[in-house]
């Protein structure tokens, strides 16, 4: 269960990611906060560029080498971005773990899956060999790993997709570690295994105590595996809720238009309305609020000022944060109709 009365387990402030360029700085991430909490679910949603992956990818040290991070990211109020690069790795894969789209991106193609599962509890927990692989191999068989006996033997090639990203997340989940970012890490494989996974990650996280933040681009996904969801658009963040909430009433335009945008089974596909235009350039991102080019609630305020994300209510639904001028202005998707407005 969420406690949001303890102090967040992951916490970021003020933070910010750029890049250089021949071209200029890519400003991939701006002045984002928010926080994480044991046992939670937090859902990174945006479109392709948004900056989801880019923002942990700084607070994990893996940025390339252009870029360079601002703020604070806290791990148990220690800040990450102050740490020298070896204090880093003794949390990474301990207290924070990182699971990507690619599979292979955290496996050894040349080593056997008994020795990649087993030697992550032998560095970063001092167990011993032993009793590692027999962790190891338990682990196997709670990710739903068939026949786990004999997979524990071959190679991650012998293994379908599917296998190998359940065997990532075993890895990830071997050492209890605080929190869990997986970045898209369900888009490379087929919807029935979509589903498995996300299940499988819901019912890994619900039981440790583990923070579990998912970044996707498919609304679709966030439903009944997520409880909270931060909606991001050209590097910041546009809104932050429950997802019982954004889901029932958007507040942000942006957000109404991602949900306007996926198809849904209580609905039409004639009602499903790809949103209009293009992610702005980072370079030189609009002025005032970076979705007015797109946004057809915008009025002149938009054009001139950044709305920053502060806390927004409608009645009926709990309170949360938005930044934008006309908060619920599309609430009810697709009509242009304007909520009431309730700052609180
Ligand atoms: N090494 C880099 N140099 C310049 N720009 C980058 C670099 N890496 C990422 N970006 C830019 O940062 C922005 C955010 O990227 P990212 O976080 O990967 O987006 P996504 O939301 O799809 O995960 C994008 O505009 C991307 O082009
Ligand atoms: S601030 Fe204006 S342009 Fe931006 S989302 Fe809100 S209404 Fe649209
Ligand atoms: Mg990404």
């Known amino acids: 269960m969420t406690d949001t009365t303890k102090p967040p387990v992951l916490e970021l402030a003020n933070y910010s990611v750029r890049f250089a360029t021949p071209d200029g700085e890519v400003k991939a991430v701006s002045d984002v906060d928010f926080a994480i909490h044991a046992g939670e679910t937090l859902a990174i949603v945006g479109e392709s560029g948004s900056g989801k992956s880019q923002t942990f990818n700084g607070v994990f040290g893996l940025l390339a080498r252009n870029g360079r991070t601002e703020g604070e990211a806290r791990l148990d109020g220690r800040n990450l971005l102050a740490m020298k690069p070896s ?63 004999r997979r524990i033997e071959q190679y991650p090639h012998e293994l379908s997709g599917g296998m190998r990203q359940r065997v990532v997340i075993a890895m990830a989940l071997l050492c209890a570690p605080k929190v869990i970012v997986a970045d898209e890490p369900t888009t490379a494989l087929d919807v029935t295994i979509q589903a498995q996974i996300l299940e499988l990650f819901a019912e890994a996280t619900a039981g440790s105590g583990t923070a579990l933040v998912l970044i996707t681009h498919d609304l679709g996904v966030v439903a009944g595996v997520a409880t909270r969801i931060a909606v991001m658009y050209a590097g910041r963040v546009v809104e932050e809720g429950t997802v019982d909430d954004v889901f029932q009433a958007p507040a942000h335009p942006y957000t109404a238009a991602l949900l306007a945008s996926i198809p849904r089974v209580d609905r039409d596909a004639e009602t499903v309305e790809p949103i209009p235009g293009r992610p702005p350039n980072l370079i030189h991102p609009p002025k005032g609020c970076a979705f007015h080019p797109r946004c057809r609630a915008a009025v002149e305020r938009c054009v001139a000022e950044r709305p920053p994300l502060e806390r927004v209510a409608r009645e009926g639904t709990g309170p949360r944060r938005a930044a934008c001028w006309r908060p619920f202005a599309l609430a009810d998707r697709g009509t242009a109709a304007q909520g009431s407005l309730a700052h609180v």
């Open 87 to 149: 204090e880093l790795d003794r949390y990474r894969g301990r207290d924070m773990a990182m699971v990507f789209q690619d599979p292979m991106t955290a496996l050894n193609p040349v080593m056997k899956i008994r020795r990649q599962l087993a030697e992550t509890l032998e560095v970063h927990q001092g167990v011993a060999r032993r009793e590692a692989e027999r962790q190891a191999l338990a682990m196997l068989k709670r990710v739903g790993i068939p026949d786990a006996e």
